[in-house]
């Protein structure tokens, strides 16, 4: 049974926002001097900070380069674009806060439990930050950061749910042939296919694609999205007019 006392008492960030971002240096403009590490730590945390206190539309280059006291090329010898300071804002969030290190430390639940868990909590903070989530969806856009997203749900989302399925084999709340296929499959597709901000359909579509997905992850093991679960995400998508 979900504990609902955990479910107020923490926003976690995003499962499908946990983002890594490498920056190329190539084309660099900055002066002879480079920034140091604490600078790339600054313009993030100072980006973070802003986006919180004034929404995420609301912020662009040059206010965060003013108030951190630094250069626009200190800023791109980091960060390409706008787009990639926000994937990597959205990735600093998740580690933050990683639901599935909150979860872990739940006692009395099963892998099972513990991993509807982990999908309710983390379409409630989607719900609860829409503006970070549409801000990612025009991120991706651009497909390199699109194939770099993917790439992280395979490596970083994934590698975590896979830990899970293993649990839950071993204490007998699950049975998963392939565990690190099965958990590729769900943060891949819970990550960017069933996402209702990324991939905005009719309503009825996606109720559709939500019955469609709770099939396949029954037929590899994974019977967490039952016809109560469905009912509340599909409440919840309607009740904030996603679609």
């Known amino acids: 049974m979900l504990k609902k006392s955990l479910l107020t008492k923490h926003k976690v960030s995003c499962i499908i926002r946990c983002i890594h971002v490498y920056v190329s240096n190539e084309g660099d403009d900055m002066p002879r001097h480079d920034p140091s590490e604490k600078t790339k730590s600054e313009i993030l945390s100072t980006a973070v900070r802003l986006f919180r206190e004034r929404g995420w539309e609301n912020v662009n280059i040059e206010d965060v380069v003013k108030e951190v006291g630094v250069t626009r090329g200190a800023f791109y010898h980091y960060f390409k674009s706008r787009e990639e300071l926000i994937l990597a804002a959205t990735d600093q969030i998740f580690f933050e806060n990683n639901p599935f290190t909150i979860v872990a430390k739940e006692t009395g639940l099963n892998a099972f439990e513990k991993l509807r868990l982990i999908f309710q909590l983390n379409l409630e903070t989607n719900l609860s930050n829409l503006g970070m989530v549409r801000e990612v969806q025009k991120a991706l856009d651009n497909p390199v950061l699109f194939k770099s997203e993917a790439f992280s749900q395979v490596n970083t989302v ?48 996606f109720a559709d694609k939500l019955s469609f997905f709770a099939q396949l992850m029954e037929g590899l093991g994974l019977p967490f999205l039952n016809d109560e679960m469905r009912g509340w995400i599909l409440k919840h998508v309607e009740q904030h007019e996603i679609l």
């Open 158 to 205: 994934a590698p975590y749910i896979e830990k899970l399925l293993i649990e839950g084999n071993a204490d007998g709340s699950l049975s998963v042939r392939y565990p690190k296929q099965a958990a590729q499959t769900l943060a891949l597709l819970s990550g960017i296919w069933l996402n209702p901000v990324l991939f905005r359909v009719p309503f009825r579509e």
